[in-house]
């Protein structure tokens, strides 16, 4: 009988871990996770676990290194070890699957940056071809930021993966998803063209449940869910007009649920079997240990009803507007901490 994972996987899912710790990402990869993404916040919660001091102690005591420099050697090191890991996938899919997420400097959207618009995505565009330098199976990830969507054409063009991320809405989705096309369609050939589209669902319902109250019971918690299936049933349509060897696909990021009540897989549930599910590690081995058989839900929308009362309630403009102002602070202030510890260890190590 098929584990509950295995399960997943069966109806259509590819399962990616929203981690990059090297213990966690051998253990997912025994349930069948095929990729992985990083963000600002794993890697600094996983720098300050004091695993990897040896080597940022070393980095730091050469003092040819900056802070800054330090923390995205870190990065790319861990990083490069999970695409080790899912490196056999990439080879047996033909660059399908199998990737690992390389975020950019998220301190690129803080609000304190003095960089224009144009600066922001001229440095985006900088450090991705720097960042993807060498490596066949990451994933350059950029936000769906205005200065980030400028990025996507020029970078898509050059030959780059691309993941953007930090999408809420149709109107982010269709931006990102044209600059891609648009610099797809600039390469000689589209054999190794691949593009992703991380779409943010939890934090939605978080959202609605505070700023929408006036949503019946019936709704309530299932906005996130609607504007998945929303964005998924355009990308199907868009890439089915479109011929390209490799998926064009959503990823249904911000799968872990936030309110204690919901059962840990009701986003992994909804959103099965089809495109890219990337799990928190908590949320895949509650799921594991569930007993549960998943199916494909994907394209199973709620009644009517339903969908009408989210149109009509759910002002769209102003919950991106939102959840992107946090979304940019969630991933700056981690970066931050850690520029911050680094800065500590290399006080300490002047000291001694």
């Not at 690129?108 to 199976?137: F, M, V």
């Not at 909804?270 to 240990?289: H, K």
Request: hydrophobic share 40%; with cysteine; glycine share 6%.
């Amino acid at each position: 009988m098929a584990s509950p994972l295995e399960s997943l996987v069966a109806c259509g899912t590819k399962l990616w871990l929203d981690s990059v710790d090297p213990r966690l990402v051998k253990t997912n990869r025994q349930f069948g996770a095929t990729g992985a993404t990083s963000n600002p916040i794993i890697i600094s919660d996983l720098l300050e676990t004091g695993h990897f001091d040896a080597e940022m102690e070393e980095l730091l005591a050469g003092q040819q290194h900056s802070d800054e420099e330090v923390a995205w050697e870190m990065a790319d090191r861990v990083v490069k070890a999970a695409q080790e890991v899912f490196f056999p996938v990439w080879e047996e899919t033909g660059g399908d699957n199998g990737y690992v997420s390389f975020e950019l400097d998220p301190l690129l959207e803080d609000p304190a940056c003095p960089l224009s618009q144009a600066e922001r995505t001229a440095r985006y565009i900088e450090l991705g071809k720097r960042w993807s330098a060498g490596h066949k199976n990451r994933m350059i990830k950029i936000p769906a930021t205005p200065a980030g969507i400028d990025a996507l054409e020029p970078l898509c063009a050059a030959g780059l993966t691309i993941n953007i991320t930090l999408i809420f809405t149709m109107r982010q989705y269709e931006a990102a998803r044209e600059a891609i096309w648009r610099g797809a369609q600039q390469r000689a050939s589209l054999d190794a063209f691949k593009s992703v589209y991380s779409i943010f669902v939890s934090r939605v319902d978080v959202y609605t449940e505070k700023q929408v109250p006036e949503l019946s019971p019936e709704a309530q918690g299932l906005v996130g869910i609607v504007g998945a299936k929303r964005l998924w049933m355009a990308n199907q349509a868009y890439w089915a007009k479109r011929t390209t060897p490799l998926h064009q696909e959503i990823i249904f990021a911000s799968t872990g649920t936030k309110k204690p009540e919901d059962p840990p897989w009701k986003y992994v549930e909804a959103l099965a079997g089809s495109d890219i599910q990337t799990n928190p590690p908590a949320t895949n081995e509650a799921v594991q240990n569930s007993g549960r058989t998943f199916q494909r839900t994907v394209d199973q929308m709620p009644p009517q009803n339903v969908l009408d009362e989210i149109d009509a309630k759910v002002d769209v403009a102003k919950l991106e507007q939102q959840l992107m102002s946090e979304g940019v602070v969630k991933f700056a202030n981690p970066q931050k901490k850690l520029l911050e510890l680094l800065g500590e260890k290399r006080r300490t190590l002047s000291s001694v």
